[in-house]
């Protein structure tokens, strides 16, 4: 008997979710572990959740006027 609709979507549902989790843990720890200030952190969230293609992080802060965030990390 084939699952229900509803079933394969709530089961997809909580997939994502724990994914959400499991981003925001390595999150946290990659921040944790470089030791950011908050306004770099917000940067970076902004950085590594959205496309922003084929730029290394201090070359997207560079682009924002922002350079002088990556500069001594």
Not at 15 to 21: A, P
Request: hydrophobic share 35%.
């Amino acid at each position: 008997m084939s699952r229900h609709p509803d079933d394969r979507i709530a089961a997809t549902k909580d997939f994502i979710n724990e994914l959400s989790k499991v981003q925001d843990r390595y999150f946290k720890k990659l921040c944790l572990k470089l030791e950011l200030p908050k306004e770099t952190e917000d940067y970076l969230f902004d950085y590594v959740f959205n496309d922003r293609g084929d730029v290394t992080f201090g070359e997207y802060l560079d682009t924002l006027g922002r350079g002088d965030l990556w500069e001594g990390l």
